[in-house]
C-alpha cells in the first residue's frame, strides 16, 4: 500500500459517509519504522504522525523538523508522568490521558510552559485488562475532572479489542463523546479505518498501511 492509496480510500470513505473531504486527518504512525520510510513519505507532502514512545520521537523528529516545516507529531502510546515535560515539549498532541495523576502532572506543566498539547481522553472500551484507558463508566467523571483541571480536552481516542467487531467500539466512544460536548474522536487504524470514518472519525491512526510492516512489534 502506499500513502496516495490510503489518502483515496480515507476520501471514498468520507464521501460515502456524507462528510466533507478533509474532515478526518490522516495520522501516519512511524512507530519502529526506518527512517528512509519515514523521509519518502514528508517528501511526497504528508505532515502529520503519530508515534508511540517519547524517547523514540525525541531521536527522530527534530532532524525532521529542521528538514520539513509544518510538521505535527501526536504521542499515541501511554506515558509516563516522569516523560510528561519532555512529551509536551516534543508534541503537538497527546491522544493517552487516562488517569488523573498525569492529568494534573500536565496541567501543572500547562501553567509553567504556556502551552498545552491538543489532549484526547483514552477510553479502554472493552474493558480489558492489559490496556490503557479509563473504563466507559469512568469517562464522564474523568473528563470532568480534567476540564476543572483547565485542560484543553478536544476528543476521545480508543484501541478496541483485537478480536471484536471494532465499529461496536467506535460507536460507544462516539457516544461518550457526544454527551460530553466533545468533537474529536481518535479512532481506526489500518485494518479498520473506513469502517472508524463511517463512525464519526476525526483523527485516524494509520501505520503498517502506509509504511509497510513493522520490523518488531511495540
Ligand atoms: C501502532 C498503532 C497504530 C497503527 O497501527 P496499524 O495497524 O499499523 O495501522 C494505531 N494506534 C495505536 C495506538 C498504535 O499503537
Known sequence: MSLKEIQDRFAKAENDAGRSAGSAQLIAVSKVQPNER??????????VF???????????????????????VHLIGPLQTNKARQAMELFDAIHTVDRAKL????ARL?????????LFVQVNTGEEEQKAGVSPQEADGFI?????????????????PADEEPSLHFALLAKIAARNGLSALSMGMSGDFERAIALGATH?????AIFGDRAYEL
Request: proline content about 6%; overall charge negative.
Open 38 to 47: 519515514v523521509h519518502a513519505v514528508l517528501k511526497q507532502g504528508h505532515r
Open 50 to 72: 503519530g508515534e508511540n514512545r517519547v524517547q523514540e520521537a525525541a531521536g527522530k523528529w527534530p532532524a525532521f523538523k529542521e528538514e520539513f516545516s509544518d510538521i505535527s
Open 103 to 106: 492529568a494534573k502532572t500536565i
Open 110 to 118: 500547562a501553567q509553567e510552559l504556556g502551552r498545552c498539547p491538543e
Open 144 to 160: 470532568e475532572e480534567c476540564r476543572s483541571l483547565d485542560l484543553p480536552v478536544q476528543g476521545l481516542m480508543c484501541i478496541p
Open 204 to 208: 485516524v491512526r494509520v501505520g503498517s
